[in-house]
């Protein structure tokens, strides 16, 4: 299958500081991208649609100011979190959707967030 | 709201077939049942999807019942690195506002040695 990059794996960083996370789909244009959080022992729980070269559709209760999210190019989408707070501290989680063929969903490995 | 009802968690031994069911009753004529699954702190996979016809690929067989409101997720030589929780979602297969997928709770799969 394809390959979905993200980048950092693992962050921690101290509250009210912002953090990005890359996402990049390595062998496939993607010209949508999506970004889930998933906190412990929870499902994946889709924060935004990020659509290349418009803005993102965030879902109901995301704050689009405080998850700032640009999708730059058909490979590579990032993740702002801005003014961390210690409730932010979650498992983010990319995926990218390979525009040919069936429009498959490929996820990135993650990057774990801690907001000390 | 839950399109998918699986069971929270089940076993198996290692090298017999793990059968993970998954109902969805609601399912419409132009959704794809797709599996993920996600194993500790990593990233979903991509398993299987299908349609209506049985599907089957070096990974996983699904068997999706004629009238499509249930189907079945075979691991046909389980190993202890199959456990993992498993998501069964219904999807339209193409682009659009309702071609995101939503994850469930998923059923853990545990493989026992």
């Known amino acids: 299958g394809a390959v979905v990059s993200q980048h950092p794996s693992r962050v921690i960083c101290k509250s009210g500081t912002s953090v990005k996370i890359e996402c990049r789909s390595l062998d496939f244009q993607a010209t949508t991208m999506f970004w889930y959080r998933q906190f412990p022992k929870q499902s994946l729980m889709l924060m935004a649609t990020s659509n290349e070269g418009s803005k993102a559709t965030y879902e109901q209760g995301v704050e689009k100011d405080k998850f700032l999210i640009n999708h730059a190019s058909l490979t590579l989408s990032t993740l702002t979190v801005t003014s961390a707070h210690p409730e932010d501290s979650s498992f983010y989680i990319c995926s990218a959707r390979d525009s040919s063929g069936e429009n498959e969903q490929f996820f990135g490995p993650g990057t774990r967030l801690t907001v000390l | 709201d839950a399109k998918t009802t699986q069971p929270t968690s089940m076993d198996c031994a290692e090298g017999r077939a793990a059968n993970l069911p998954c109902n969805h009753s609601t399912i419409s004529g132009n959704e794809y049942v797709y599996w993920y699954r996600q194993i500790h702190s990593q990233g979903p996979q991509y398993i299987i999807h299908?349609?209506?016809n049985n599907e089957t690929n070096e990974m996983a067989s699904l068997i999706i019942t004629e009238d499509r409101k249930s189907s079945t997720l075979i691991l046909p030589h389980a190993t202890l690195r199959d456990t993992a929780v498993y998501y069964c979602i219904v999807r339209v297969g193409r682009t659009g506002a309702n071609s995101k997928l939503t994850f469930g709770k998923g059923i853990t799969l545990s493989v026992r040695p």
């Open positions: 299908g349609l209506k």
